[in-house]
């Protein structure tokens, strides 16, 4: 609307083309990142870790979530995935209808995953026991944080894991 008084608002349009830009290149870089990897699975076992389009605060709605473009790109990228999704507060039926095959809980998203992605800021993921999910996730294993939950403190991951956030991926944290 501000186009119709003559003012172009540059600094807003490139902030949502940079965010609309997002899905596509988190998937692109992981898919990179993970074929790096000589033991990465053909067939990973990808964890979607919030849905809502919010997490805090906590929320069930998943209206315009940008976790379904996150996942419709990760699928584009990791065509055999298998991907699960759990979120503390959307209902299983609810993620079912978006798609995605619920997890259960948290343990369960993360028992045998080779990709766990954190999608929203839900308190359940600050403040998950990120050492010890890691130890149920398969060998190799990335946890891709879009919040950076914990960069702010040192973390000790199993070996052949690995800890990604959003914006440190020159950084990244191995086990």
């Not at 003012?7 to 349009?13: A, K, N, Q, S």
């Not at 919010?54 to 979530?65: L, N, S, Y």
């Not at 996150?70 to 990228?77: G, H, P, Q, R, S």
Request: charged share 20%; glycine share 10%.
């Amino acid at each position: 609307s501000m186009e119709q008084f003559g003012i172009l608002p540059e600094i807003t349009v490139a902030a949502r083309a940079t965010n609309e830009r997002q899905p596509g290149d988190i998937a692109a870089f992981l898919k990179k990142h993970c074929q790096r990897a000589d033991e990465f699975p053909r067939t990973p076992k990808i964890a979607l870790l919030g849905i809502a389009f919010k997490g805090h605060p906590p929320t069930d709605d998943v209206r315009g979530t940008p976790a379904i473009a996150i996942f419709e790109a990760l699928k584009t990228a990791f065509p055999t995935g298998d991907f699960v999704a759990f979120d503390p507060v959307v209902q299983d039926d609810a993620l079912r209808e978006l798609g995605m095959n619920p997890a259960g809980s948290l343990q369960g998203a993360f028992e045998g995953t080779s990709l766990a992605l954190v999608l929203n800021s839900h308190s359940a993921f600050a403040s998950m026991p990120v050492e010890a999910l890691a130890g149920r996730m398969s060998t190799p294993g990335v946890i891709y944080d879009c919040w950076n939950n914990f960069m702010d403190r040192p973390i000790r991951l199993p070996r052949g894991g690995e800890y990604i956030a959003l914006g440190s991926h020159q950084r990244a944290i191995a086990g």
